[in-house]
Nanobody, 122 residues
C-alpha cells in the first residue's frame, strides 16, 4: 500500500510560479523508483486531466496545455515527486493530485493523494 501526500498549493498571480510536492510512503517500505507517477488536475465542472507523467526510467510526458511551462521531476532517494509550475495562467486553477502505480499497470493509477488546491488570479 502506498500513501501520497501533496503540498505546496496556494494562490498565485498569473505569470507567477509554484512548486508542488508529493511525498510517498508505504508499508512495507516501497521502492519508489519502481513506480510510474503523475500529476493530475481537476477544475470544478471539468473532467480530470493528466498534467504530467514520469516513468521509472525518467521519461516525461506533458499535457498540451502545460507543455513548456510545467516540469515534473522525482527524487527516488527521498520518495518525492515535484511539479514546477512556471508562467501560470488562470486556467491552471484546479485541485492537483499526485498518483502512482506499478509501471506494468499503467495507464491505470492505483494510488492517489488527497489533492492540493492551486488558484491563479488574473
Amino acid at each position: 500500500q502506498v500513501q501520497l501526500v501533496e503540498s505546496g498549493g496556494g494562490s498565485v498571480q498569473a505569470g507567477g510560479s509554484l512548486r508542488l510536492s508529493c511525498a510517498a510512503s508505504g508499508s512495507p517500505h516501497i521502492s519508489f523508483n519502481n513506480y510510474c507517477v503523475a500529476w493530475f488536475r481537476q477544475a470544478p465542472g471539468k473532467e480530470r486531466e493528466r498534467v504530467a507523467f514520469i516513468n521509472d526510467s525518467g521519461i516525461r510526458t506533458y499535457g498540451t496545455s502545460v507543455k513548456g511551462r510545467f516540469t515534473i521531476s522525482r527524487d527516488n532517494d527521498e520518495n518525492l515527486l515535484y511539479l514546477q509550475m512556471n508562467g501560470v495562467k488562470p486556467e491552471d486553477t484546479a485541485m492537483y493530485y499526485c498518483a502512482a502505480t506499478r509501471c506494468r499497470r499503467f495507464p491505470s493509477f492505483d494510488y492517489w493523494g488527497q489533492g492540493t488546491q492551486v488558484t491563479v488570479s488574473s
